[in-house]
């Protein structure tokens, strides 16, 4: 909608969107075919069973009883959740006047239309209310802190109430569970499931973000050693030098990075032998020891730090970075794919119940 300043230019706007279905759904979830409205009823369908009418009829976190279940209900929700999403249209997204959305509410040739689509969207996408519905039924048990506290309606799912009959059997006619008890801990079993792959996704992230932080770290460090001079280290005092090798508190770690990047030659020799002048001079054994350390730790930069093999590693980090961060990325997408589904996904029998009952409350039509 495009909005006008003359109020008789909105209402013939507003008039122009209701004669056509295709013209209506279009505008109102934003598609621009009917393959994508699937897509929209999808997350239409979570919404509806939020509004009041739908609280009181269908969804089974708030039914009193399963002998109250209306499908009806269903789409009743479902045409006050399509006049709200009109009445966002008129109001925000075009700024019509607000005395134009209050005349859609009062016009009866309007609302019989959205009911009329409201009942088609209904029938044509049952399932996926179906499935949104069976969500709040399993969600009901799994809200019981105990599996002795889940309440009569789950038992009423399983036995049948009123006219309504089991909704939790299988194709052969036969009941998948007997006990409301049966389904919380199968419900319990797949929640744990759940969580152990998630924490184990997290985990994986960790690891794979520290990798990569310590990658970068490492590239930042070899540039550092690599503009080190003489001077600079001739300039800390023996004992600072040492720390750096053998404090185990943290608090150098990053210096350390640094230091175990120090080019062969001159400036690793150099420490090399002052540790090692450290050791001789030491006055007990502790300090002997960590100044041995100190030494051996810059000998082996004198060996392994050539500046042909400091570039060897720096090219071989930067290299493989991206892999790693094409893992990571990777590793997050499955991280939010597993908090996004279902808990029926993480247990087979609970995935035919939910099935079952996706099937068996189908065959209520309006």
Known sequence: MKAHADLDEQRATVEAFFLSQSTFENELFAIDDSSQLREAMREAAKKVLERPVALATVNFKTLQSYSQFRVEGCVLALKEYINQEVDYLIREEAGFDSVIAKEVRADQKKQSFILNQAKKYFIAFQSLFNEAIADTFFARVMAALDMNLVDRIAQEVIDGAGN???????????????????????????????????????????????????????????????????????????????????????????????????????????????????????????????????????????????????????????????????????????????????????????????????????????
């Open 164 to 366: 309504y009959t089991p909704v939790l059997m299988g194709a052969n006619g036969a009941p998948l569970v007997s006990k409301s008890h049966q389904i919380w801990m199968r419900l319990k079993q797949a929640s744990l499931a759940k969580e152990k792959e998630i924490k184990n996704a997290k985990e994986n992230i960790d690891r794979l973000s520290k990798k990569i932080d310590g990658i970068n770290k490492n590239i930042d460090a070899i540039d550092k050693a690599r503009s080190l001079t003489l001077e600079q280290v001739q300039a800390m005092s023996l004992d600072e030098l040492k720390e750096i090798v053998v404090n185990e508190d943290g608090s150098r770690t990053e210096l350390k990075r640094v230091f175990q990047f120090v080019p062969a030659g001159d400036i690793a020799f150099w420490l090399a032998e002052q540790m090692d002048r450290g050791r001789r001079a030491g006055r007990n054994d502790i300090q002997k020891s960590e100044y041995k350390r100190a030494a051996v730790f810059f000998e082996n930069c004198n060996i392994n730090n050539t500046q042909k093999e400091l570039a060897n590693k720096a090219a071989i980090a930067l290299l493989e970075l991206p892999k790693l961060k094409e893992a990571l990325a990777a590793a997050i997408r499955k991280e939010e794919t597993l908090e996004k589904r279902g808990l029926h996904t993480f247990d087979d029998a609970l995935e035919k119940m939910r099935e079952a009952f996706i099937k068996n409350i189908g065959k209520t039509r309006l």
